[in-house]
T-cell receptor, first 111, second 114 residues
Framework: AQTVTQSQPEMSVQEAETVTLSCTYD???????LFWYKQPPSRQMILVIR??????QNATENRFSVNFQKAAKSFSLKISDSQLGDTAMYFC????????FGAGTRLTVKP | DTGVSQDPRHKITKRGQNVTFRCDPI?????LYWYRQTLGQGPEFLTY????????KSRLLSDRFSAERPKGSFSTLEIQRTEQGDSAMYLC????????????FGSGTRLTVV
């Protein structure tokens, strides 16, 4: 079975600081993709960042970066210089033909 | 292209009634996915299509649920004999064939069964 675990149901961070959201997954597949999605309150899901499992280099998108440890099946998201607009649910997901999502981490950025 | 559209945004129905939701994907996307999301949880995979072919269906999906994508464009998700446990947000997403660039999600249809 393919599963995704986000062990932090809620987190908070002060504006301008850095926060890391954790994610682990389990799969027997060797080829897959990993994603972090953001879901602001009452708004639709938005792709934040993606990582190809066969690439060792960690993906970076502006203030967002990942720490991908394939052997450990770990895929954490680091948000630098947190902004109030980063307040949202964050979902980790992985898959190839279709994706499986974690239960999410609710992130609150405090002014 | 305005993205993935879902209709209706909200649906309230009485237990036992049938409901149908529609999803219009991004036009150049071959794949279309349906997910269900309950409050405080992540999206749960239901099914997906490549063009008009339904390639995978979750084993958790009851026989009361059926999805179609007749011409490889829009899709419908029907729930027959609704139950209170069907109350959830139903999300549609679309992607290019391999989906490795991630999905584009619609705003969802929120179903409330009373």
């Amino acid at each position: 079975a393919q599963t995704v675990t986000q062990s932090q149901p809620e987190m908070s961070v002060q504006e301008a600081e850095t926060v890391t959201l954790s994610c682990t997954y389990d799969t027997s597949e060797s080829n897959y993709y990993l994603f972090w999605y953001k879901q602001p309150p009452s708004r639709q899901m938005i792709l934040v960042i993606r990582q190809e499992a066969y690439k060792q280099q960690n993906a970076t998108e502006n203030r967002f970066s990942v720490n991908f440890q394939k052997a450990a099946k770990s895929f954490s998201l680091k948000i630098s210089d947190s902004q109030l607009g980063d307040t949202a649910m964050y979902f980790c997901a992985f898959g190839f033909n279709d994706m499986r999502f974690g239960a999410g981490t609710r992130l609150t950025v405090k002014p | 292209d305005t993205g993935v559209s879902q209709d209706p945004r909200h649906k309230i129905t009485k237990r036992g009634q049938n409901v149908t939701f529609r999803c219009d994907p991004i036009s150049e996307h071959n794949r279309l996915y349906w997910y269900r999301q309950t409050l405080g949880q992540g999206p749960e995979f239901l099914t997906y299509f490549q063009n008009e072919a339904q390639l995978e269906k979750s084993r958790l999906l009851s026989d009361r649920f059926s999805a179609e994508r007749p011409k490889g464009s829009f899709s419908t998700l029907e729930i027959q004999r609704t139950e209170q446990g069907d109350s959830a947000m139903y999300l549609c997403a679309s992607s290019r064939v391999t989906g490795n660039y991630g999905y584009t999600f619609g705003s969802g249809t929120r179903l409330t069964v009373v």
